[in-house]
């Protein structure tokens, strides 16, 4: 059976207790499920701001999107948790990654450690909070990455496992990313396939949505990056999994085509972009179109890890 659609917005900015609460609450209005919160240096603090969108918001879920476990002892992590999951009513969803930004570890006087090293950490820290969730008080898990030793580990602990659709640029310390062709996204969705082959229960498959744009020039859109990504058509980029860009129309069966090819069902858009998959989420979920908010440049994400 299909699961239903769900759609998230990663918040990225930080801003004043109004402003978050109306930030919130125009997500909530526009049809978003989850409001999300990245774990980033210079970005909001995850869990205080979810109790804050919990507080303006009465119907979407929140979670981190994801938390760098580098960042986090396991049993105090748990305790967060806790605390977190009560005072937003139970609707609490924790997102777990392995860290991507090395530099972001140097700023804070952290570790940064080998691939296996970090994955291990975050194995740790899923087996913490499981041991620590009592009382049948049990927090939904999404685990984000595209290795195998993180898909295995997503195949054995996660309600979510979530495909970032692109690759960290080997050698670079600041997380730029290069996209996954659909054929790479593919390999990776097979993976999983294959390591979770013994579950019981499927898992929620969610993909992060890098950049959406309703256009009627969808070949000038994607322009400035082919020129950062030599040899990629216009063709090929606007078949990027990660790439919503076209009519309103267009992004809405593209979504679908995604959920068709890769069973995903939950995608996550970054906030620079709620106000343009509007439209298109209520497209998918057969909802009343809401009336137009301000422009999506009210923030950049130049400079922001993982964005292209």
Known sequence: MTRPFRFGVNLLEPTPLDVWRAKCRRA???GYDVLLVPDHLGMPAPFPSLVAAAESTSRPRVGTFVL???FWNPA???REVASTAALTGGRLELGL???YVEAEHEEAGLPWGSPGERVSHLRRTVEELRKRQGDGVRVPLLIGGNGDRMLRLAAEHADVVAFAGARVVEGSATGQITPLSPEELDERVAK???LASGREEPAERNLLVQQVV???DPEGVVQPLLERIPG????QALALPILMIGSREEIAAKVRALRERYGFTYFTVLEAFMEAFGPVLAELQGLE???EGRPDAGMSVEGVPGVL
């Open 76 to 78: 105090l992590l748990a």
């Open 192 to 194: 999983y396939e294959e």
């Open 68 to 70: 760098n476990t580098g």
């Open 28 to 30: 909530e209005e526009l």
């Open 289 to 291: 179109p809401v009336a």
């Open 232 to 235: 990629l058509t216009a063709e």
């Open 97 to 99: 990654g392995a860290g």
């Open 214 to 216: 309703v256009t009627d």
